[in-house]
């Protein structure tokens, strides 16, 4: 539970620049890049896809070793998007239950590709879809504000569920020693990422409060520094 991980959501950021940008937040001191994808179908927004996705990969690294790209897919149909995404250099393809006709199928078709799979939890979804499906992921992520938008406010049900997915986790783990990532998306800021944190979260997205942080305070180390400190050591 030591290894906390920031993922900042280029959502946010400067969209004429985001070579720059991702290049920034990294030397700022993220750990992964989570990278949006909307249709205008599945969420209302149109974001980014493959395309962007292969342009971004060589600038995804610090100091000529590569860094995590953490695709969050609000798009349907999810079996068309995997490959060009596997080909794009995507290291792991998270996915919403309700987007996918076949959800056990879309895990096996991100791992075919040699991504990591996870499951995404909107603030309505039950987390009983992970029920059988527990072996075939390596992230679960709880939404904490309903997909499309960034800068939102955190939804607070989302802490009793993410506490209810760690249990799931660490149920699982004793059973099979394998580990799951527990991620949490929207509305994380410095004021609510302990909190997320104690009930069981170990990867925090964050949008507005990396790209949106003012350079007063800061810039993009200020707010990632801002937001590793607040976070719990045990
Ligand atoms: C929302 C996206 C989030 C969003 C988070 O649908 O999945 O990743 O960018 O932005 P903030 O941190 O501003 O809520
Ligand atoms: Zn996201």
Same mark, same amino acid.
């Given at each position: 539970?030591?290894?906390?991980?920031?993922?900042?959501?280029?959502?946010?950021? %400067?969209?004429?620049?985001?070579?720059?940008?991702?290049?920034?937040?990294?030397?700022?001191?993220?750990?992964?890049?989570?990278?949006?994808?909307?249709?205008?179908?599945?969420?209302?927004?149109?974001?980014?896809?493959?395309?962007?996705?292969?342009?971004?990969?060589?600038?995804?690294?610090?100091?000529?070793?590569?860094?995590?790209?953490?695709?969050?897919?609000?798009?349907?149909?999810?079996?068309? &998007?995997?490959?060009?995404?596997?080909?794009?250099?995507? %290291?792991?393809?998270?996915?919403?239950?309700?987007?996918?006709?076949?959800?056990?199928?879309?895990?096996? &078709?991100?791992?075919?590709?040699?991504?990591?799979?996870?499951?995404?939890?909107?603030?309505?979804?039950?987390?009983?879809?992970?029920?059988?499906?527990?072996?075939?992921? %390596?992230?679960?992520?709880?939404?904490?504000?309903?997909?499309?938008?960034?800068?939102?406010?955190?939804?607070?049900?989302?802490?009793?569920?993410?506490?209810?997915?760690?249990?799931?986790?660490?149920?699982?783990?004793?059973?099979?020693?394998?580990?799951?990532?527990?991620?949490? %998306?929207?509305?994380?800021?410095?004021?609510?990422?302990?909190?997320?944190?104690? #009930?069981?979260?170990?990867?925090?997205? #964050?949008?507005?409060?990396?790209? !949106?942080?003012?350079? #007063?305070? !800061?810039?993009?180390?200020?707010?990632?520094?801002?937001?590793?400190?607040?976070?719990?050591?045990?």
């Amino acid at each position: 539970m030591q290894n906390y991980r920031i993922a900042p959501s280029i959502l946010s950021a %400067d969209f004429s620049r985001l070579g720059e940008e991702v290049q920034a937040v990294l030397r700022a001191g993220a750990d992964w890049i989570h990278f949006d994808v909307m249709d205008n179908h599945y969420v209302p927004n149109l974001t980014i896809g493959p395309l962007v996705c292969e342009a971004l990969r060589p600038h995804v690294a610090l100091d000529g070793k590569p860094a995590i790209i953490d695709v969050h897919l609000m798009a349907t149909p999810v079996d068309r &998007l995997v490959p060009d995404f596997a080909r794009a250099g995507a %290291d792991i393809v998270s996915f919403h239950p309700e987007a996918s006709q076949h959800v056990d199928r879309t895990l096996s &078709l991100i791992h075919d590709e040699g991504m990591k799979a996870g499951l995404v939890f909107n603030p309505a979804t039950p987390l009983d879809y992970l029920d059988h499906v527990m072996d075939r992921l %390596d992230v679960i992520l709880i939404m904490s504000v309903n997909p499309g938008f960034g800068g939102q406010s955190f939804i607070a049900s989302a802490l009793p569920k993410i506490a209810a997915a760690r249990q799931r986790i660490e149920r699982y783990r004793e059973g099979s020693g394998r580990e799951i990532l527990l991620e949490v %998306d929207g509305g994380v800021k410095v004021d609510n990422i302990a909190a997320i944190a104690q #009930a069981g979260a170990c990867t925090f997205v #964050a949008g507005s409060a990396v790209f !949106g942080a003012p350079d #007063a305070d !800061g810039g993009y180390s200020g707010a990632i520094g801002a937001l590793r400190g607040a976070l719990p050591r045990h």
